[in-house]
């Protein structure tokens, strides 16, 4: 793998030229899902595939472009395409939801970058896709200061109709306390909780969800590999669920497929 100012270089290069794929990921309905269910959302996941080096992980090279401040760029590649791709599943009659990823300096105020929100949301009017479809992710764990300097924006994407999840919940020092304070619709319980197999994890994962309910967010489960994963999200209460033994991430053209009630092929490698 190149060093990281080359590959910081050779990303922004593949930005350019939007080279810089989306997959997405379906989301279900964990009440409802059986191997033929319809997705009620899919997450849009980045991918870049080196010119010379091949697949670099999302986990490397969104470090990257935040480190060096243009993880902003990517983003909004993102909601282009995903958000274009939405509208054409809805045009086709498919109402699928959307969740974007965002970190928390998408809603600092910077006077180098555009301003976050309001490309969401002019992109949203020109699509013409109702805002109740649109999640977006806070990717990072959500400290009490960062939550205060984000509240403005989070405000304005809200007010707007559009939902705002706390994604990894339980991967950081995440709290149920922080859980009571925070104003979101949606939180995701990161894949490290639902694949434990003790006692200890299922009393967590309840706990969230009690908080959550009454405070009238959904919960995600992610990572869900196997039906055992199935089974814990299940009997903790998660209303939603993502992972693998579901759906992998995959082009679009995999979603249409799905959409359409066809079989799937195989995207072991998303
Ligand atoms: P995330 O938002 O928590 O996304 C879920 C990650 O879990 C994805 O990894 C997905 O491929 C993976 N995953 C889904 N189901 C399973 C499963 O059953 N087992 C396992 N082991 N993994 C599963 P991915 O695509 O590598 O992305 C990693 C992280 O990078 C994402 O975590 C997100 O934080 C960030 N990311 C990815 N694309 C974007 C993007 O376009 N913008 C931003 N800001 N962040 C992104
Ligand atoms: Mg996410
Ligand atoms: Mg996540
Ligand atoms: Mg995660």
Redesign the pocket.
């Given at each position: 793998m190149p060093n990281t100012p080359l590959l910081a270089r050779d990303l922004r290069s593949a930005l350019a030229e939007k080279r810089?794929e989306?997959?997405y990921?379906p989301i279900f309905d964990l009440a409802t899902w059986s191997p033929i269910a319809l997705p009620v959302g899919v997450?849009?996941?980045?991918?870049w595939r080196h010119r010379a080096v091949g697949d670099v992980?999302?986990?490397r090279f969104?470090q990257i472009?935040?480190d060096r401040g243009f993880?902003d760029e990517?983003?909004t590649?993102?909601v282009t395409t995903a958000g274009w791709q939405v509208g054409a599943w809805r045009t086709a009659g498919h109402e699928v939801g959307l969740s974007?990823?965002?970190?928390a300096i998408?809603f600092l105020e910077r006077a180098d970058a555009p301003d976050y929100v309001e490309i969401v949301l002019a992109h949203l009017r020109a699509l013409r896709i109702p805002p109740h479809l649109l999640t977006v992710?806070i990717?990072e764990s959500p400290a009490p200061q960062f939550i205060t300097e984000m509240a403005d924006g989070l405000a304005r994407l809200r007010e707007a109709g559009i939902a705002i999840s706390v994604?990894?919940f339980g991967a950081g020092d995440t709290t149920l306390e922080m859980l009571e304070r925070l104003d979101v619709d949606e939180v995701?319980i990161?894949?490290s909780l639902i694949i434990r197999e003790d006692a200890e994890s299922d009393e967590i994962i309840s706990a969230v969800v009690e908080v959550a309910h009454r405070r009238g967010m959904r919960v995600v489960a992610?990572?869900?590999?196997t039906p055992a994963?199935l089974d814990k999200a299940r009997r903790c209460g998660c209303d939603r669920g993502?992972?693998?033994?579901?759906a992998?991430?995959m082009p679009a053209a995999g979603v249409d497929r799905l959409l359409a009630g066809l079989p799937l092929r195989d995207y072991s490698a998303?």
């Open positions: 810089v989306v997959f990921q997450e849009a996941l980045s991918r992980p999302p986990s969104i472009a935040h993880l990517v983003d590649h993102v974007i990823n965002a970190a998408h992710e990717i994604d990894d995701k990161d894949r992610e990572g869900i590999e994963h993502q992972g693998f033994l579901l992998r991430p998303g």
